[in-house]
T-cell receptor, first 113, second 111 residues
């Protein structure tokens, strides 16, 4: 059963802490993406990766970091430098970056206490 | 700069009352326009891709159409289970990696 999984579903963080959000896909897709969604706003791109060991900044990369050590995995770290981290985080993948359709995981809701 | 505007922000329909959602866009060379459905607290679910003006695609009660400036998502005889937020996104020819999303239309279908 192919798809994208994200964990945890809910995450609570104290100010000053780094947290890592997991994203795994078994679709054999080359490209993976991280988006942030805030209420009443469209999805905004944080980072994307075309292949293993390669990633590029999106529109709102400040305060975030990623790694792509395996094709299946693209974890996102929300660092203490991110001033307003409370949001709904969505991971997506596509066959390749130049391929249009992106498929999304179920999301992680991060709340800063 | 690529821009996507969706209207209305929210729409309430009675079951069986057909209507349309609008997605207006400004891009430098459209590579594709995408419609997604998003249920509360979940990730977006892919619905359609449209590539060129005049193209139409259908899925059950949904039909998406595309012109050079906008796309419509027509909902025919909706049911309560069609209630969701519908997102539109565009991909410009010069930016193969990035989708630009609209803020969505929240559709509620009342029984």
């Amino acid at each position: 059963d192919g798809g994208i999984t994200q964990s945890p579903k809910y995450l609570f963080r104290k100010e000053g802490q780094n947290v890592t959000l997991s994203c795994e896909q078994n679709l054999n897709h080359d490209a993976m993406y991280w988006y942030r969604q805030d209420p009443g706003q469209g999805l905004r791109l944080i980072y994307y990766s075309q292949i293993v060991n390669d990633f590029q900044k999106g529109d709102i990369a400040e305060g975030y970091s990623v790694s792509r050590e395996k094709k299946e995995s693209f974890p996102l770290t929300v660092t203490s430098a991110q001033k307003n981290p409370t949001a709904f985080y969505l991971c997506a993948s596509s066959i390749r970056v130049s391929y249009n359709e992106q498929f999304f995981g179920p999301g992680t809701r991060l709340t800063v206490l | 700069e690529d821009q996507v505007t969706q209207s209305p922000e929210a729409l309430r329909l009675q079951e069986g009352e057909s209507s349309s959602l609008n997605c207006s866009y400004t891009v430098s060379g459209l590579r594709g326009l995408f419609w997604y459905r998003q249920d509360p607290g979940k990730g977006p679910e892919f619905l359609f891709t449209l590539y060129s003006a005049g193209e139409e695609k259908e899925k059950e009660r949904l039909k998406a159409t595309l012109t050079k400036k906008e796309s419509f998502l027509h909902i025919t005889a909706p049911k309560p289970e069609d209630s969701a937020t519908y997102l539109c996104a565009v991909q410009a020819g010069g930016s193969a990696r990035q989708l630009t999303f609209g803020s969505g239309t929240q559709l509620t279908v009342l029984p």
